[in-house]
Nanobody, 116 residues
Framework: QVQLVESGGGLVQPGGSLRLSCAAS????????MGWYRQAPGKQRELVAA???????TYADSVKGRFTISRDSAKNTVYLQMNSLKPEDTAVYYC??????????WGQGTLVTVSS
């Protein structure tokens, strides 16, 4: 079983930066996708960014050019560097792990608040 531990959320002013981390532990499949989703109040959960085990990234249009996803395969950790944050980025951010052919796993979520 895989567990995800997230860190790095918090309060930041518009235009600021935050870095989220998500460490996976347990039986990690070699082929997988790790990523970040977010859910704002009253809205559906949406993909923010994801990266495959082959290091191919995917971004939501709303964060392209501002957010960067990366992963350290040796540490089974994925990072989300968020720059030029906007109030509309405020949400609970969830780490996600999708192994090939198996059930996905979600982290507990970390709150990001962008406000002056």
């Amino acid at each position: 079983q895989v567990q995800l531990v997230e860190s790095g959320g918090g309060l930041v002013q518009p235009g600021g930066s935050l870095r989220l981390s998500c460490a996976a532990s347990g039986s990690i499949f070699v082929i997988n996708v790790m990523g970040w989703y977010r859910q704002a109040p009253g809205k559906q959960r949406e993909l923010v960014a994801a990266v495959t085990s082959g290091l191919t990234p995917t971004y939501a249009d709303s964060v392209k050019g501002r957010f960067t996803i990366s992963r350290d395969s040796a540490k089974n950790t994925v990072y989300l560097q968020m720059n030029s944050l906007k109030p509309e980025d405020t949400a609970v951010y969830y780490c996600n792990y999708k192994p090939a052919g198996n059930l996905e796993v979600w982290g507990q979520g970390t709150l990001v608040t962008v406000s002056s």
